[in-house]
Nanobody, 126 residues
Framework: QVQLVESGGGLVQPGGSLRLSCAAS????????IGWFRQAPGKEREGVSC????????YYTHSVKGRFTISRDNAKNTVYLQMNSLKPEDTAVYYC???????????????????WGQGTQVTVSS
């Protein structure tokens, strides 16, 4: 079965950290850019961070720069999002999806609608 599966979400206090994982099955991520997206209740979906297939290009939305780090381990067919200094406004459902690597290099982070996961809840609250 071809799918992306997110894990690592949960409840964390402000200032805490979480690491999200996006594991691919049924296909290899080697030839795909991967992005992390989030959607909070009542808000539009937002591209949080994207990484090109080679890992040479990354994108971060302004609000997470300096706090989040995206990385990939193609040997494990997995992409990660390390989230530090979490804030209540980071609360959302986070999901991963394939993106166009060329777009990442040009400063865009948008789904290409090939593959996407079901999401994992991140709640930042005291």
């Amino acid at each position: 079965q071809v799918q992306l599966v997110e894990s690592g979400g949960g409840l964390v206090q402000p200032g805490g950290s979480l690491r999200l994982s996006c594991a691919a099955s049924g296909f290899t991520v080697d030839y795909h850019g991967i992005g992390w997206f989030r959607q909070a209740p009542g808000k539009e979906r937002e591209g949080v961070s994207c990484i090109s297939d080679s890992g040479d290009s990354t994108y971060y939305t302004h609000s997470v720069k300096g706090r989040f780090t995206i990385s990939r381990d193609n040997a494990k067919n997995t992409v990660y999002l390390q989230m530090n200094s979490l804030k209540p406004e980071d609360t959302a459902v986070y999901y991963c999806a394939t993106v166009n690597s060329l777009d990442v290099g040009m400063g865009y982070c948008e789904e290409d609608h090939d593959y996407w996961g079901q999401g994992t809840q991140v709640t930042v609250s005291s």
